[in-house]
C-alpha cells in the first residue's frame, strides 16, 4: 500500500514563497509521474505541474514562471512557489504513479494515489 504525506502549507503575503513537499512510502517498484494539482474554493481541481521519472517538467500557465517542481531520486516531490498570488489561494495536492510489488515474486501492479492536501492562503 502506498500512502503520500504532506507538508509546507499554510498562510503567506501576496509576493511571497512556500515550498510543499510530498513523500511517498510503500513497497514501491517505480516511480513514474509525480504532480501537484490544487482545488480553489467553488472552483474544479487542476493539474498545475509534472515531473515524469526523467525530470521532464510542465506546468499550467498560471503558474508558469513563478513555480518549480522537483523531485529527488527516491520518493519525494517538491513544489516551490514564489511570487504568491490570492488566487493562488487552494489546496494542494500531490499525486503519485508508478507499480509496486506484486503479491506473486516477480510481478508488479500500478498505483495512482493522492495525499491529503495541505492549504495554501495567500492574503495580506
Known amino acids: 500500500q502506498v500512502q503520500l504525506v504532506e507538508s509546507g502549507g499554510g498562510l503567506v503575503q501576496p509576493g511571497g514563497s512556500l515550498r510543499l513537499s510530498c513523500e511517498a512510502s510503500?513497497?514501491?517498484?517505480?516511480?513514474?509521474?509525480m504532480n501537484w494539482y490544487r482545488q480553489a474554493p467553488g472552483k474544479e481541481r487542476e493539474l498545475i505541474a509534472d515531473i515524469s521519472s526523467r525530470h521532464t517538467t510542465t506546468y499550467a500557465d498560471s503558474v508558469k514562471g513563478r513555480f518549480t517542481i522537483s523531485r529527488d531520486n527516491g520518493k519525494t516531490v517538491w513544489l516551490q512557489m514564489n511570487s504568491l498570488k490570492p488566487e493562488d489561494t487552494a489546496v494542494y495536492y500531490c499525486?503519485?504513479?508508478?507499480?509496486?510489488?506484486?503479491?506473486?515474486?516477480?510481478?508488479?501492479?500500478?498505483?495512482?494515489?493522492w495525499g491529503q492536501g495541505t492549504l495554501v492562503t495567500v492574503s495580506s
Open positions: 499525486n503519485v504513479q508508478g507499480l509496486v510489488e506484486g503479491v506473486v515474486l516477480g510481478t508488479y501492479r500500478d498505483f495512482d494515489v
Open positions: 510503500g513497497t514501491i517498484a517505480v516511480i513514474s509521474d
